[in-house]
């Protein structure tokens, strides 16, 4: 299982902060980097070689610290996004960054624009492209929303009015291809469906509502583009998120059917306090079975597991 660098800083941060201090993004990666630095008497150069894995039954291999990204454009400026991709890229040897174009988050935020987070990865690549084939690049699509300022910030200018997110073939290529110009690049290496078109229990809801069930794009029309855009060289794999059992094995009956690889990962919420993919999702991803890689999100449980949420105390300030 594949864990997210910005813990690493999340925790350092809470464990050597006051209580009442609340240090920004460059103060953590100084605390990330001293740690990995000093705290064991480690250089750069002593620092053991990250691990790496194969995603799932694709060619791609990575460290199995991955870099997060979604915070980049809202609450991380396009500088601190570079020191960040600096240190973990270059220094750590990290090799996995995780990003989508519906990054950064909240989206409620003032500043919140669509696409921001790419772009801040793009200026990077393109400010050190000799590190494009050296990194294995993740993006995601988004799935079924309506309304949606992501579907419109696809264009230049925006659409308007905003179309809906679906994952319908002509979306689907949108999606990519706005994906790819935001990040200066000519492919992505892993290209993740965010969240099915279909309702799914997700974002912490865990129980099925049959009320909610809608008429939805066929997985068989999404798999055809994915295939498209893998023919093409514009992705090298693709993925699921927030997906489910059905989910799973209905991808890979599909993928069998038309004669294309099964999809590598899911990106799924996982960690010491949010255990559901230990129960249906763990066989069906199972490398004897559909081996689809698991790639966790919200690896700190939203933050609980850093300690930094007491029973009886406020929030800490600025969080």
């Known amino acids: 299982r594949l864990g997210l660098l910005e813990a690493l800083p999340t925790i350092l941060s809470a464990s050597a902060k006051p209580a009442d201090a609340a240090p920004g993004p460059m103060l953590r990666l100084s605390l990330l980097s001293a740690f990995a630095r000093g705290a064991y008497g480690m250089t750069t150069a002593a620092r053991p070689k990250l691990a790496m894995r194969f995603l799932g039954s694709s060619n791609l291999e990575v460290t199995e610290a991955c870099l997060g990204t979604m915070t980049w454009g809202v609450q991380n400026s396009e500088e601190e996004a570079h020191a960040q991709l600096d240190y973990a890229v270059k220094e750590c040897g990290v090799n996995f960054i995780d990003t989508a174009e519906l990054y950064p988050v909240p989206l409620t935020a003032p500043e919140w624009r669509a696409g921001k987070t790419e772009e801040f990865i793009g200026s990077w690549l393109s400010a050190n492209p000799e590190w494009r084939e050296k990194v294995v690049l993740a993006s995601k699509v988004a799935g079924f929303m309506p309304n949606s300022r992501v579907a419109a910030e696809r264009t230049v200018p925006p659409t308007d009015p905003p179309p ?127 081996n689809v890689g698991l790639l966790p999100w919200s690896v700190l449980c939203g933050g609980l597991l850093t300690g930094k949420y007491r029973q009886g105390a406020g929030a800490p300030a600025g969080s």
């Open 164 to 290: 809906d997110c679906r994952l319908d073939r002509s979306s689907v290529r949108a999606a990519c291809e706005a994906s790819l110009r935001r990040l200066q690049t000519s492919y992505v290496d892993l290209y993740q469906l965010h969240w099915p078109d279909r309702y799914v229990p997700a974002f912490g809801a865990t129980t099925y509502d049959f009320g909610r069930e809608r008429d939805s794009v066929a997985v068989e029309e999404t798999a055809r583009e994915i295939k498209a855009l893998l023919e093409e060289g514009k992705i090298r794999a693709y993925g699921l998120s927030n997906e489910t059992p059905y989910g799973v094995c209905q991808w890979a009956a599909v993928a069998a059917k038309l004669g294309m690889p099964p999809p590598a990962t899911i990106q799924n919420a996982y960690s010491l306090l949010t255990r559901g993919f230990e129960e249906a999702l763990a066989e069906a991803c199972s490398p004897r079975h559909h």
